[in-house]
């Protein structure tokens, strides 16, 4: 089982940034893909990146391209979410999630497809 922590959230002004982390208990091996997800307060949770600790490959949702990257340190065992040019919109609940011996990252999967996840971290931007 791998057991995953979220840190790095918190309040800051439209136009700043945060670096989100994910660490990771272990990595039985290197072929995970880590999500992040995100969940605003009466929305659902929407996929945010994806990357896979093996090939390195990754997926960024189209509402966040261009603003957030994510990067792993295996070394560390975590994965991190750079989020730049922050919007007000992008307050939420940031998960991060685990599937083992995933595939590539070609697209972003579904809530469904993860079969650990963190306890959440709250990012707030301010207008």
């Known amino acids: 089982e791998v057991q995953l922590v979220e840190s790095g959230g918190g309040l800051v002004q439209a136009g700043g940034s945060l670096r989100l982390s994910c660490a990771a208990s272990?990595?039985?091996?290197?072929?995970?893909?880590i999500g992040w997800f995100r969940q605003a307060p009466g929305k659902e949770r929407e996929g945010v990146s994806c990357?896979?600790?093996?090939?390195?490959?990754?997926f960024i949702a189209t509402s966040v391209k261009g603003r957030f990257t994510t990067s792993s340190d295996n070394a560390k065992n975590t994965v991190y979410l750079q989020m730049d040019s922050l919007k007000p919109e992008d307050t939420a609940v940031y998960f991060c999630?685990?599937?083992?011996?995933?595939?590539?990252?070609?697209?972003?999967?579904?809530?469904?497809?993860?079969?650990?996840w963190g306890q959440g971290t709250q990012v707030t931007v301010s207008s």
């Open positions: 990357i896979n600790t093996n090939d390195g490959t990754t």
């Open positions: 999630a685990a599937e083992p011996n995933a595939p590539s990252c070609r697209t972003l999967a579904g809530t469904d497809w993860y079969e650990y």
């Open positions: 272990a990595f039985a091996d290197d072929r995970y893909a």
